[in-house]
């Protein structure tokens, strides 16, 4: 398996109130006809499906789905963006988990819930500078 990760799906009870919260970011949504509300990202995907479906897709019951202990995370380009786009994402809707500050490894990062319950950080990593197009490494580039 090459190492990568093309889709990201996250399972929602409401599909159209996870969808205009990313749109609220300012994101694009692609729908196609299989009921899957996507956002292309840089080399990657996310994908917003109808948690039931996702279930039944999988064959278990919704219950075992639960919620995962997992966090996304969107890096900055600069210190003073972390603030901003939780911000952002508050008047969007989400729900601050912690606010912007310093962390002791010498970065910069927030928290915060979508109403889909996913877990974002919002990060600034003056160790993993972003690319011109985005895209980031873990050491930089």
Not at 32 to 42: E, K, N, R, T, Y
Not at 49 to 57: I, R, T
Not at 97 to 124: C, M, N, Q
Request: net charge negative; proline share 4%.
């Amino acid at each position: 398996m090459e190492q990568r990760v093309s889709l990201i799906t996250i399972g929602v009870e409401d599909l159209e109130t996870a969808a205009v919260f990313y749109e609220k970011l300012g994101w694009r949504r692609v729908e196609s006809p299989d009921g899957v509300i996507a956002f292309d990202l840089i080399g990657q995907t996310l994908g917003l499906y109808p948690l039931a479906a996702l279930a039944d897709e999988m064959g278990v019951d919704v219950a075992t789905l639960g919620g995962g202990s997992m966090t996304l995370s969107h890096n900055c380009r600069a210190k003073d963006d972390v603030a901003a786009l939780i911000d952002q994402a508050e008047r969007a809707g989400a729900e601050v988990l912690k606010p912007a500050s310093d962390v002791f490894w010498g970065g910069h990062h927030g928290y915060f819930r979508a109403p889909d319950k996913t877990i974002w950080e919002i990060a600034f990593n003056p160790f993993s500078t972003l690319a011109a197009d985005g895209s980031f490494r873990w050491n930089g580039y």
